[in-house]
Protein backbone atom coordinates (compact mmCIF):
# COMPACT_ATOMS: atom_id res chain seq x y z
CA UNK A 1 0.00 0.00 0.00
CA UNK A 2 3.08 2.25 0.74
CA UNK A 3 3.61 2.25 -3.27
CA UNK A 4 0.25 4.36 -3.71
CA UNK A 5 1.86 7.34 -1.87
CA UNK A 6 3.42 10.42 -4.13
CA UNK A 7 5.99 12.40 -3.00
CA UNK A 8 3.96 15.65 -2.37
CA UNK A 9 1.58 13.33 0.60
CA UNK A 10 4.53 12.18 2.43
CA UNK A 11 6.94 15.58 2.06
CA UNK A 12 5.96 16.80 4.92
CA UNK A 13 6.60 13.82 6.56
CA UNK A 14 8.88 14.71 9.51
CA UNK A 15 7.69 18.06 10.16
CA UNK A 16 6.26 16.82 13.68
CA UNK A 17 9.88 18.17 14.46
CA UNK A 18 10.27 21.32 14.22
CA UNK A 19 7.03 22.24 15.97
CA UNK A 20 7.76 20.01 18.81
CA UNK A 21 11.21 21.69 19.15
CA UNK A 22 9.24 25.30 19.35
CA UNK A 23 7.44 23.48 21.79
CA UNK A 24 9.91 22.62 23.80
CA UNK A 25 11.50 25.86 23.04
CA UNK A 26 8.45 28.10 24.02
CA UNK A 27 8.28 26.63 27.53
CA UNK A 28 11.97 28.14 29.10
CA UNK A 29 10.20 31.69 28.21
CA UNK A 30 6.82 30.59 29.63
CA UNK A 31 8.07 29.35 32.48
CA UNK A 32 10.26 32.57 32.58
CA UNK A 33 6.56 34.47 32.54
CA UNK A 34 5.36 32.28 35.59
CA UNK A 35 8.81 32.76 37.68
CA UNK A 36 8.42 36.85 37.10
CA UNK A 37 4.88 36.37 38.09
CA UNK A 38 5.27 34.73 41.04
CA UNK A 39 8.19 37.13 42.30
CA UNK A 40 7.94 40.58 41.65
CA UNK A 41 4.71 43.20 43.20
CA UNK A 42 3.87 44.70 39.99
CA UNK A 43 -0.11 45.21 39.85
CA UNK A 44 -1.10 41.79 37.85
CA UNK A 45 1.30 39.33 39.50
CA UNK A 46 0.83 36.48 41.36
CA UNK A 47 0.97 38.61 44.95
CA UNK A 48 -1.84 40.79 44.05
CA UNK A 49 -5.12 39.46 43.96
CA UNK A 50 -6.35 42.45 41.40
CA UNK A 51 -6.37 40.60 37.60
CA UNK A 52 -6.12 37.57 38.61
CA UNK A 53 -8.90 36.37 36.05
CA UNK A 54 -7.21 38.07 33.61
CA UNK A 55 -3.91 36.39 34.37
CA UNK A 56 -5.07 33.12 34.32
CA UNK A 57 -6.54 33.57 31.33
CA UNK A 58 -3.51 34.82 29.16
CA UNK A 59 -1.37 32.04 30.50
CA UNK A 60 -3.81 29.16 30.30
CA UNK A 61 -4.19 30.91 26.50
CA UNK A 62 -0.11 30.67 26.06
CA UNK A 63 -0.49 27.00 27.00
CA UNK A 64 -3.60 26.22 24.40
CA UNK A 65 -3.26 28.24 21.99
CA UNK A 66 1.01 28.29 22.03
CA UNK A 67 3.38 25.81 22.96
CA UNK A 68 0.91 22.80 24.02
CA UNK A 69 -0.73 23.51 20.33
CA UNK A 70 2.27 23.13 18.46
CA UNK A 71 2.77 19.38 19.78
CA UNK A 72 -0.56 18.67 18.40
CA UNK A 73 -0.31 20.47 15.11
CA UNK A 74 3.04 19.07 14.20
CA UNK A 75 0.87 15.67 14.24
CA UNK A 76 -1.41 17.14 12.03
CA UNK A 77 0.88 18.12 9.52
CA UNK A 78 2.88 15.30 9.51
CA UNK A 79 0.10 12.54 9.49
CA UNK A 80 -2.40 13.80 8.42
CA UNK A 81 -1.29 14.24 4.26
CA UNK A 82 -0.79 10.53 4.39
CA UNK A 83 -3.73 9.20 6.04
CA UNK A 84 -5.76 11.37 3.87
CA UNK A 85 -3.74 10.78 1.02
CA UNK A 86 -3.80 14.36 0.01
CA UNK A 87 -1.11 17.60 -0.30
CA UNK A 88 -3.75 19.78 1.12
CA UNK A 89 -1.24 20.91 3.18
CA UNK A 90 2.32 22.47 2.05
CA UNK A 91 5.36 23.52 3.74
CA UNK A 92 4.49 26.91 4.03
CA UNK A 93 1.62 26.39 6.04
CA UNK A 94 3.78 24.79 8.67
CA UNK A 95 6.33 27.38 8.23
CA UNK A 96 3.58 30.45 8.18
CA UNK A 97 2.26 28.81 11.31
CA UNK A 98 5.57 28.03 13.46
CA UNK A 99 6.64 31.64 12.61
CA UNK A 100 3.03 33.08 13.68
CA UNK A 101 2.67 30.88 17.04
CA UNK A 102 5.96 31.83 17.63
CA UNK A 103 5.77 35.92 17.39
CA UNK A 104 2.14 35.32 19.57
CA UNK A 105 3.86 34.22 22.23
CA UNK A 106 6.80 36.19 22.61
CA UNK A 107 3.94 39.46 22.58
CA UNK A 108 1.95 38.26 24.79
CA UNK A 109 4.96 37.28 27.40
CA UNK A 110 6.93 40.16 26.53
CA UNK A 111 3.64 42.77 27.26
CA UNK A 112 4.23 40.74 30.76
CA UNK A 113 7.67 40.91 31.57
CA UNK A 114 6.57 45.00 30.46
CA UNK A 115 5.11 45.71 33.81
CA UNK A 116 2.38 48.02 32.54
CA UNK A 117 -0.72 47.02 32.76
CA UNK A 118 -2.45 48.92 29.72
CA UNK A 119 0.76 48.10 27.58
CA UNK A 120 0.48 44.40 28.42
CA UNK A 121 -3.18 44.29 27.19
CA UNK A 122 -2.58 45.88 23.92
CA UNK A 123 0.32 43.69 23.60
CA UNK A 124 -1.98 40.41 24.77
CA UNK A 125 -4.45 41.19 22.25
CA UNK A 126 -2.02 41.57 19.39
CA UNK A 127 -0.39 38.40 20.37
CA UNK A 128 -3.63 36.58 20.76
CA UNK A 129 -4.97 37.77 17.39
CA UNK A 130 -1.96 36.40 15.78
CA UNK A 131 -2.29 33.11 17.85
CA UNK A 132 -5.90 32.77 16.52
CA UNK A 133 -4.61 33.72 13.12
CA UNK A 134 -2.07 30.88 12.87
CA UNK A 135 -4.51 28.89 14.06
CA UNK A 136 -7.25 29.37 10.87
CA UNK A 137 -4.67 29.16 8.59
CA UNK A 138 -4.75 25.83 8.73
CA UNK A 139 -8.45 25.48 8.50
CA UNK A 140 -8.64 25.32 4.93
CA UNK A 141 -6.35 22.57 4.34
CA UNK A 142 -7.98 20.50 6.81
CA UNK A 143 -11.41 21.12 5.42
CA UNK A 144 -9.85 20.35 2.36
CA UNK A 145 -8.89 17.08 3.79
CA UNK A 146 -12.12 16.63 5.09
CA UNK A 147 -13.88 16.41 1.77
CA UNK A 148 -11.58 14.73 0.10
CA UNK A 149 -11.21 11.83 2.31
CA UNK A 150 -15.21 11.80 1.65
CA UNK A 151 -15.16 11.81 -1.97
CA UNK A 152 -12.25 8.98 -1.61
CA UNK A 153 -14.51 7.20 0.89
CA UNK A 154 -11.29 7.20 2.63
CA UNK A 155 -12.13 6.66 6.58
CA UNK A 156 -10.79 8.96 8.82
CA UNK A 157 -13.32 9.55 11.44
CA UNK A 158 -13.69 13.14 10.29
CA UNK A 159 -11.05 13.49 12.84
CA UNK A 160 -10.11 16.53 10.24
CA UNK A 161 -12.81 18.09 11.66
CA UNK A 162 -10.59 19.27 14.51
CA UNK A 163 -8.27 21.23 12.92
CA UNK A 164 -10.97 22.46 10.29
CA UNK A 165 -13.74 23.58 12.44
CA UNK A 166 -13.26 23.13 16.79
CA UNK A 167 -9.76 24.86 17.19
CA UNK A 168 -10.10 27.74 14.52
CA UNK A 169 -13.38 28.29 16.12
CA UNK A 170 -12.76 27.79 19.64
CA UNK A 171 -9.37 30.54 19.16
CA UNK A 172 -11.97 32.91 17.64
CA UNK A 173 -13.77 32.50 20.75
CA UNK A 174 -11.20 32.68 23.19
CA UNK A 175 -10.06 36.13 21.53
CA UNK A 176 -13.45 37.36 21.56
CA UNK A 177 -14.23 36.94 24.79
CA UNK A 178 -10.99 38.63 25.72
CA UNK A 179 -11.76 41.31 23.31
CA UNK A 180 -14.82 41.93 25.18
CA UNK A 181 -13.78 40.87 28.40
CA UNK A 182 -15.61 44.19 30.26
CA UNK A 183 -18.96 42.49 29.49
CA UNK A 184 -20.09 40.55 32.93
CA UNK A 185 -19.16 36.80 32.72
CA UNK A 186 -17.41 36.62 29.08
CA UNK A 187 -14.15 36.23 30.57
CA UNK A 188 -15.30 33.48 32.71
CA UNK A 189 -16.81 31.70 29.68
CA UNK A 190 -14.21 32.43 27.61
CA UNK A 191 -11.80 30.58 30.10
CA UNK A 192 -14.12 28.04 30.57
CA UNK A 193 -14.80 27.66 26.85
CA UNK A 194 -10.74 27.16 26.08
CA UNK A 195 -10.03 24.53 28.88
CA UNK A 196 -13.28 22.33 29.19
CA UNK A 197 -14.40 22.96 25.72
CA UNK A 198 -11.71 23.16 23.07
CA UNK A 199 -8.40 21.42 24.95
CA UNK A 200 -10.75 18.70 26.76
CA UNK A 201 -12.26 17.79 23.15
CA UNK A 202 -8.81 17.80 22.09
CA UNK A 203 -8.01 15.35 24.92
CA UNK A 204 -11.07 12.91 24.61
CA UNK A 205 -10.55 12.52 20.89
CA UNK A 206 -6.65 11.29 20.81
CA UNK A 207 -7.50 9.17 23.71
CA UNK A 208 -10.05 7.39 21.32
CA UNK A 209 -7.96 7.61 18.27
CA UNK A 210 -5.22 5.73 20.26
CA UNK A 211 -7.08 3.40 21.53
CA UNK A 212 -9.53 2.32 19.23
CA UNK A 213 -7.20 3.69 15.91
CA UNK A 214 -3.80 2.88 16.37
CA UNK A 215 -4.50 -0.28 19.00
CA UNK A 216 -7.21 -1.29 17.44
CA UNK A 217 -9.09 -2.04 21.17
CA UNK A 218 -12.54 -1.16 20.31
CA UNK A 219 -13.08 0.16 22.95
CA UNK A 220 -15.75 2.38 21.62
CA UNK A 221 -17.41 0.99 18.69
CA UNK A 222 -16.59 3.29 15.55
CA UNK A 223 -20.58 4.83 15.28
CA UNK A 224 -20.50 5.53 18.83
CA UNK A 225 -17.76 7.37 17.91
CA UNK A 226 -19.03 11.09 17.09
CA UNK A 227 -21.64 10.48 19.84
CA UNK A 228 -19.28 10.24 22.06
CA UNK A 229 -17.31 13.38 21.17
CA UNK A 230 -20.86 15.21 20.45
CA UNK A 231 -22.40 14.33 24.17
CA UNK A 232 -19.26 15.37 25.60
CA UNK A 233 -19.09 18.81 23.82
CA UNK A 234 -22.43 19.39 24.77
CA UNK A 235 -21.77 18.95 27.95
CA UNK A 236 -18.55 21.14 27.74
CA UNK A 237 -20.48 24.07 25.82
CA UNK A 238 -23.31 23.59 29.10
CA UNK A 239 -20.82 23.96 31.89
CA UNK A 240 -19.76 27.40 29.89
CA UNK A 241 -23.12 28.92 29.92
CA UNK A 242 -23.51 27.98 33.70
CA UNK A 243 -20.38 29.97 33.83
CA UNK A 244 -21.68 32.73 32.56
CA UNK A 245 -24.86 32.50 34.43
CA UNK A 246 -23.43 32.20 37.62
CA UNK A 247 -21.30 35.37 37.11
CA UNK A 248 -24.89 37.03 36.74
CA UNK A 249 -26.16 35.97 39.24
CA UNK A 250 -28.58 33.10 37.28
CA UNK A 251 -27.60 30.20 38.31
CA UNK A 252 -26.04 28.42 42.05
CA UNK A 253 -22.50 28.04 42.65
CA UNK A 254 -23.46 24.46 43.22
CA UNK A 255 -25.17 24.07 39.51
CA UNK A 256 -21.90 25.30 38.15
CA UNK A 257 -19.50 22.92 39.65
CA UNK A 258 -21.86 20.15 38.96
CA UNK A 259 -21.84 21.15 35.46
CA UNK A 260 -18.26 21.59 35.24
CA UNK A 261 -18.01 17.85 36.33
CA UNK A 262 -20.23 16.03 33.68
CA UNK A 263 -18.10 16.37 30.65
CA UNK A 264 -15.30 15.06 32.75
CA UNK A 265 -17.17 11.79 34.12
CA UNK A 266 -18.81 11.96 31.08
CA UNK A 267 -15.11 11.40 29.28
CA UNK A 268 -14.19 8.57 31.36
CA UNK A 269 -16.96 6.58 31.72
CA UNK A 270 -17.45 6.59 27.73
CA UNK A 271 -14.09 5.74 26.89
CA UNK A 272 -14.54 2.51 28.86
CA UNK A 273 -11.99 2.96 31.52
CA UNK A 274 -12.41 -0.57 32.97
CA UNK A 275 -12.04 -2.36 29.87
CA UNK A 276 -9.05 -0.55 28.80
CA UNK A 277 -7.79 -1.59 32.19
CA UNK A 278 -8.28 -5.54 31.06
CA UNK A 279 -6.52 -5.21 28.15
CA UNK A 280 -3.42 -2.91 29.70
CA UNK A 281 -3.16 -4.81 33.21
CA UNK A 282 -4.83 -8.24 32.40
CA UNK A 283 -3.30 -11.62 32.47
CA UNK A 284 -2.10 -10.63 28.96
CA UNK A 285 -1.26 -7.30 29.13
CA UNK A 286 -1.22 -5.42 25.40
CA UNK A 287 1.50 -2.48 24.58
CA UNK A 288 0.23 0.90 24.55
CA UNK A 289 0.80 4.75 25.72
CA UNK A 290 0.77 4.40 30.00
CA UNK A 291 0.76 8.61 29.11
CA UNK A 292 -2.42 8.28 27.02
CA UNK A 293 -3.98 5.67 29.29
CA UNK A 294 -3.40 7.82 32.43
CA UNK A 295 -4.31 10.90 30.80
CA UNK A 296 -8.50 8.64 30.64
CA UNK A 297 -8.45 8.19 34.24
CA UNK A 298 -7.37 11.62 35.00
CA UNK A 299 -10.32 13.00 33.57
CA UNK A 300 -12.39 10.71 36.80
CA UNK A 301 -9.75 12.85 39.05
CA UNK A 302 -10.77 16.07 37.15
CA UNK A 303 -14.38 15.21 37.75
CA UNK A 304 -14.27 14.68 41.66
CA UNK A 305 -12.19 17.79 42.35
CA UNK A 306 -14.95 19.96 40.18
CA UNK A 307 -17.09 18.68 43.21
CA UNK A 308 -15.09 18.25 46.15
CA UNK A 309 -16.76 20.82 48.69
CA UNK A 310 -14.18 23.59 49.78
CA UNK A 311 -11.78 22.75 47.46
CA UNK A 312 -9.57 25.56 47.64
CA UNK A 313 -8.59 27.28 44.60
CA UNK A 314 -5.62 29.28 45.76
CA UNK A 315 -3.98 31.38 43.88
CA UNK A 316 -5.92 29.91 40.96
CA UNK A 317 -9.44 30.58 39.34
CA UNK A 318 -9.84 27.51 38.90
CA UNK A 319 -7.70 24.25 39.82
CA UNK A 320 -9.29 22.03 38.34
CA UNK A 321 -9.27 23.89 34.74
CA UNK A 322 -5.31 23.49 35.65
CA UNK A 323 -5.67 20.24 36.70
CA UNK A 324 -7.37 18.85 33.15
CA UNK A 325 -4.19 20.83 31.32
CA UNK A 326 -1.45 19.35 33.37
CA UNK A 327 -2.59 15.98 33.31
CA UNK A 328 -5.14 14.88 30.92
CA UNK A 329 -4.63 17.49 28.20
CA UNK A 330 -0.60 17.39 28.37
CA UNK A 331 0.02 13.60 28.71
CA UNK A 332 -2.59 12.93 25.89
CA UNK A 333 -1.26 15.08 23.46
CA UNK A 334 2.84 14.81 24.49
CA UNK A 335 1.86 10.92 24.63
CA UNK A 336 0.17 10.67 21.02
CA UNK A 337 3.07 12.95 19.78
CA UNK A 338 5.86 10.18 21.46
CA UNK A 339 3.94 7.32 20.05
CA UNK A 340 4.27 9.08 16.58
CA UNK A 341 7.66 9.88 16.43
CA UNK A 342 8.31 6.26 17.12
CA UNK A 343 6.10 4.71 14.60
CA UNK A 344 8.67 6.96 12.26
CA UNK A 345 11.27 4.92 14.08
CA UNK A 346 9.17 1.53 12.94
CA UNK A 347 10.17 0.97 16.70
CA UNK A 348 7.88 -2.83 17.76
CA UNK A 349 5.00 -1.20 20.56
CA UNK A 350 6.33 -4.13 22.33
CA UNK A 351 9.67 -2.95 23.23
CA UNK A 352 9.00 0.87 23.81
CA UNK A 353 9.60 2.56 27.00
CA UNK A 354 6.30 3.02 29.54
CA UNK A 355 7.89 6.50 30.05
CA UNK A 356 7.13 6.11 33.49
CA UNK A 357 9.47 8.47 35.16
CA UNK A 358 7.62 10.84 32.47
CA UNK A 359 4.30 9.88 34.74
CA UNK A 360 5.97 10.23 38.38
CA UNK A 361 6.89 13.85 36.90
CA UNK A 362 3.83 14.89 36.03
CA UNK A 363 2.54 13.16 39.21
CA UNK A 364 4.64 15.50 41.21
CA UNK A 365 2.84 18.69 39.17
CA UNK A 366 -0.69 17.50 39.85
CA UNK A 367 0.31 16.48 43.45
CA UNK A 368 0.84 19.81 44.19
CA UNK A 369 -2.36 21.00 42.59
CA UNK A 370 -3.98 18.62 45.19
CA UNK A 371 -2.02 19.67 48.34
CA UNK A 372 -3.30 23.34 47.70
CA UNK A 373 -6.93 21.97 47.37
CA UNK A 374 -6.61 20.01 50.38
CA UNK A 375 -4.70 23.36 52.03
CA UNK A 376 -1.63 20.97 52.98
CA UNK A 377 1.01 22.83 54.48
CA UNK A 378 4.79 22.22 54.80
CA UNK A 379 6.65 24.65 55.71
CA UNK A 380 4.68 27.24 57.19
CA UNK A 381 4.62 30.59 55.26
CA UNK A 382 6.85 29.38 52.32
CA UNK A 383 4.42 26.61 51.31
CA UNK A 384 3.55 28.48 48.16
CA UNK A 385 6.88 28.34 47.41
CA UNK A 386 7.09 24.73 47.69
CA UNK A 387 4.33 24.50 45.58
CA UNK A 388 5.41 26.32 43.18
CA UNK A 389 9.26 24.37 42.94
CA UNK A 390 7.01 21.47 42.46
CA UNK A 391 5.37 22.32 39.43
CA UNK A 392 8.39 24.07 37.59
CA UNK A 393 9.84 20.97 38.75
CA UNK A 394 7.54 18.20 36.85
CA UNK A 395 7.43 20.79 33.79
CA UNK A 396 10.85 21.35 33.09
CA UNK A 397 11.67 17.45 34.09
CA UNK A 398 9.26 16.57 31.25
CA UNK A 399 10.61 18.81 28.72
CA UNK A 400 14.03 17.73 29.38
CA UNK A 401 12.98 14.39 29.31
CA UNK A 402 11.01 14.97 26.14
CA UNK A 403 14.18 16.39 24.24
CA UNK A 404 16.30 13.67 25.15
CA UNK A 405 14.02 11.35 23.59
CA UNK A 406 14.03 13.17 20.07
CA UNK A 407 17.90 14.22 20.71
CA UNK A 408 18.41 10.24 21.24
CA UNK A 409 16.36 8.92 18.36
CA UNK A 410 17.19 11.19 16.34
CA UNK A 411 20.98 11.88 16.52
CA UNK A 412 22.27 9.18 19.00
CA UNK A 413 20.32 6.38 18.01
CA UNK A 414 21.27 3.86 15.03
CA UNK A 415 17.79 3.16 13.83
CA UNK A 416 16.36 4.42 10.82
CA UNK A 417 13.78 6.84 10.77
CA UNK A 418 11.07 6.51 8.19
CA UNK A 419 9.18 8.98 6.12
CA UNK A 420 5.61 6.96 6.35
CA UNK A 421 5.02 6.09 10.21
CA UNK A 422 4.52 2.00 10.78
CA UNK A 423 1.06 1.10 10.52
CA UNK A 424 -0.52 4.17 9.35
CA UNK A 425 -3.28 1.84 7.42
CA UNK A 426 -4.37 1.73 11.33
CA UNK A 427 -6.16 5.32 10.72
CA UNK A 428 -7.74 4.57 7.43
CA UNK A 429 -9.10 1.35 8.38
Excluded at 103 to 118: A, D, E, K, P, Y
Excluded at 263 to 274: E, G, Y
Excluded at 317 to 342: A, D, E, P, Q, R
Excluded at 396 to 425: A, C, G, N, Q
Amino acid sequence: MAGRFKVPFSGLSGSYIPHFASSMIMIIPFMLTVTWLSATNSDYSFRQNNYRLEIAFILTALISLGWLMSVLIGMIFDLFPITHDSDAYTHTHSNQYLLVNIIGQVLIMGGIFSNNLTLMFEMVTVGLVLLTWGLISIAWPSWKLHIESKQKQINCGNIALIPALLIPVSSLVVLGCWIFRKETGLLEFGFSFNVVVQMGTIALSLILAHFNRRLSWGLVKFSDFRPVVAIYLVLALGHCFSVIMYERGQVTEDLANISQSLPFFWAFISTRPVKMLRKAVGKNPQPHSALIGSAQWYFLIVGVMSILPDFDEGKFINISYVTLIFSTVMLSIWGSGIYLHKDHLHQSIHNRSKLYKMLVFNFIGVGSLFMIGFRITILGEDTDLVYYFMRNFALTSMMIYMVIILFKDLVLSLDTWHRIPMHYERYTS
